[in-house]
């Protein structure tokens, strides 16, 4: 019998976390979807990521060549699996745990 692999989780001691988020610039969802996650990749992720922002009505290829279905959509490239959300990004916990990211520790007081 051979041993189980565990799911490796992505953590500052990992390799950085590849996105791509699809938006509509100045649409209020997107707006959200960009300080949120910013917020949660600041917050637990420190420099460990990158953020490529793409705005579908000035790159419309995209839609058609990553089959795009609504903005915002958050696109995890790497490391695998590639994931896929769709939506503002405003439950942190779904955004972790779609993203494979363990929580960062709470600061010790």
Known sequence: MSPQRRKKKTTPENPKLMLRLYIVENAIH?????ANLKAICTKHLADHFK????????????????QILATPTLIKLSPEPVRTIIGDLSDEQKVLDALGIMPAPPPSS
């Open 30 to 34: 997107s707006n959200h979807a960009i």
């Open 51 to 66: 953020l490529e922002i793409v705005d579908v009505l000035n790159e419309p290829r995209q839609i058609i060549k990553y």
